[in-house]
């Protein structure tokens, strides 16, 4: 059966590569519709522009599926945020200057970014079996290897979610409690979804992508999309319930103590603000033993923004 996603349409043993147009916006998308049936499933790659290893990881898996080697119809964006891609100003979609990523369902007579949002959530999500957003620490973040599935949704689609978390290679699958996400609203539509955070800092490498792949293929595998790939299931990967996400409530200048993927007891000094002059601002301790699973690298901190986020284990 053929595959339509708005302007492109892929016939069945077919791959195209195109733009998929939403009122001007042009997302660089590979559609791959295999020669058996089986589920459909996207992997959605730069909502943040900046995250380059799921971007690579995402071109490369483009070049690498095939026809002959997919049953149903796998669809990969590389990267959904193109014109930010090239900016290389993070986090937003620079026409606009929205987060897609908090702009879920989207809204049709919105900016740009609003109606990326509502075409994923009609036209998208309408027609898919599972949703895969490749994410990593921004251009100023750092973050430790972890995937998160979505906590709100119908039970179902959460515990199918979490199962399919269980065959990537990374040490934590962290429940979320988000809902103005790509993959929270895929969920909370009846789409089982995983978010994926590897890399940060603006830096992509090898081994990276590498490592990348692996868990998209697993995933592929898990869901019978891949043939001849063996998925292993990660016995050793800890789950993570509570959270805690930090924002400053002033500017100043960022001291963290430790690097992500770090762990600490409870009560320990996590970071500190600063002033221009080294006068100590703003102290946060951490309320249970835990690991650091992202934070802001840079120096500079503004008033309003996340600096931290650590999971408690
Ligand atoms: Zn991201």
């Known amino acids: ?23 001007g916006y042009e997302i660089p998308t590979t559609i791959i519709n295999g020669k058996n049936k089986g589920k459909t499933v996207v992997i959605s790659s730069g909502i943040h522009n900046c995250e380059y290893a799921g971007i690579q990881t995402a071109i490369e898996i483009s070049k690498e599926l095939n026809p002959e080697n997919i049953n149903g119809v796998v669809i990969i964006f590389h990267p959904v945020n193109y014109s930010g891609f090239f900016k290389k100003i993070p986090a937003v979609i620079p026409e606009d200057n929205k987060n897609l990523n908090r702009a879920f369902p989207g809204n049709v007579d919105g900016s740009i970014c609003e ?35 979505p906590g709100i949704g119908k039970k179902e689609i959460v515990d199918f979610s979490e199962k399919v978390a269980q065959v990537l290679s990374t040490n934590y699958r962290v429940k979320s409690s988000a809902t103005t996400g790509a993959y929270n609203s895929a969920a909370i539509q009846g789409v089982p979804s995983l978010l994926i955070e590897r890399g940060g800092n603006g830096i992509w490498d090898r081994d990276g992508v590498i490592d990348y792949k692996k868990d998209i293929f697993s995933i592929l595998s898990y869901l019978g999309a891949l043939i001849n790939f063996e998925y292993i299931e990660n016995s050793i990967q800890i789950k993570i319930t509570q959270a805690n996400y930090i924002s400053s409530h002033l500017e100043g200048y960022w001291y963290p103590r430790f690097r992500a993927g770090e762990i600490f007891e409870k009560n320990i000094i996590l970071g500190e603000i600063k002033d221009c002059f080294g006068k100590t601002l703003a102290t946060y301790i951490s309320e249970y033993k835990g690991v650091i699973l992202y934070q802001v690298s840079s120096l500079a901190i503004r008033s309003g923004e996340e600096i931290l986020a650590y999971g408690k284990i």
């Open 1 to 23: 059966m053929k595959f339509k996603l708005g302007n492109l349409i892929c016939e069945t043993r077919k791959k195209i590569s195109g733009f998929w147009n939403i009122d």
């Open 115 to 149: 109606k990326i949002a509502y075409n994923f959530s009609k036209t998208l999500y309408s027609q898919i079996d599972f949703f895969i957003d490749l994410h990593g620490g921004d251009l100023y973040e750092e973050a430790t290897s972890f995937v998160y599935f």
